[in-house]
């Protein structure tokens, strides 16, 4: 009996993981060891028994709607808590070909999984796992190659490539009808507790000082709020990169002219200094420094310096 015939059967859940995570069928069938019709058969059980589409299909290739981005922020770190205690009790490690990254899940589900499609193309023979938590990364605890992190990039015993830039904008749905006029004192704040300062610190540079910046609606990441926003319960705090797609379609409107570009507070990738560098990681990392230079993001000339120095 071969290991393929010894795991356990898929599941909906599973498939739609996998599929969201990779943003491909096949490669999801590949990593679950079944065929790409036994994974779609799943996600479309998924989707009827939920009552809503988790992807839409453009172009052929897979994009995840609203409602399956804000699944799969909660299904991801459940299957890789799974996975994490599957090879803990195997003792098995994957082959060198395997990357593990670690992302707060806003980050992944916005902006890295979206791009990932990239990454696999020129690299087919990496296989990605994207795992996803808020705790500060932790290279000698965690089985992780590297991870990415929100703050000023200088921590001891890493190295570190900028990313995008932290520019802080409110966002709401068009249906609300704001505009540069609107008193914010009434309107309902949308705020994510995982960046619970965003509010304040933008009102402070605002000038608008007489809003309360505690009050509103209060979630747990900011996923959750920026789709509280699109559903129109709000005005939610966003990091503009993670929402320009609904900007540009119109599904987020930007009612303020004024916009808070944090600097240097933003978001890195961050592997171990000291450590031999696996190619899939020097992959990864120049595939990354790419991106950045190609989406003309802040900063992106600087990536090449932030990439080669030592935090700390």
Do not use: C
Request: glycine share 6%.
């Amino acid at each position: 009996m071969s290991r393929r015939d010894l795991l356990p059967p898929l599941n909906p859940a599973r498939a739609f993981e996998a599929a969201g995570r990779l943003l491909s069928i096949s490669r999801a069938a590949d990593e679950l060891s079944v065929t790409p019709a036994a994974v779609s058969r799943q996600v479309r059980l998924l989707e009827a028994y939920l009552g809503t589409p988790l992807f839409n299909r453009v172009r052929g290739a897979l994009e995840l709607t609203p409602a399956g981005a804000r699944y799969l922020s909660e299904l991801m770190p459940l299957f890789a808590n799974l996975r994490s205690a599957t090879a803990a009790v195997t003792r098995k490690r994957d082959s060198g070909g395997t990357l593990r990254i670690r992302s707060p899940a806003t980050f992944a589900v916005r902006w890295l999984i979206p791009r990932l499609a990239g990454f696999h193309r020129s690299n087919p023979q990496v296989d990605v796992q994207v795992t996803t938590s808020s705790r500060p990364l932790d290279f000698q605890r965690e089985e992780i190659d590297a991870g990415i992190e929100l703050g000023d990039g200088v921590w001891p015993g890493v190295h570190t490539l900028r990313l995008m830039p932290n520019v802080l904008v409110p966002v709401a749905a068009p249906a609300l009808r704001l505009n540069e006029k609107t008193r914010l004192d009434r309107q309902t704040l949308l705020h994510s507790l995982a960046r619970p300062d965003d509010w304040s610190l933008w009102l402070r540079a605002a000038g608008r000082t007489l809003v309360d910046s505690s009050r509103g609606m209060k979630y747990e990441t900011s996923l959750l709020a920026y789709q509280a926003a699109l559903e129109g319960h709000g005005i939610a705090i966003a990091q503009k990169a993670l929402v320009d797609k609904e900007l540009a379609e119109g599904s987020l409107v930007a009612p303020f002219a004024f916009v808070l570009d944090r600097g240097h507070y933003t978001y890195y990738l961050a592997w171990p200094a000291g450590r031999a560098q696996p190619a899939a990681l020097r992959a990864f990392r120049d595939w990354l420094a790419a991106t950045v230079r190609r989406e003309e993001l802040p900063g992106a000339a600087q990536a090449p310096a932030a990439d080669s120095r030592k935090a700390g």
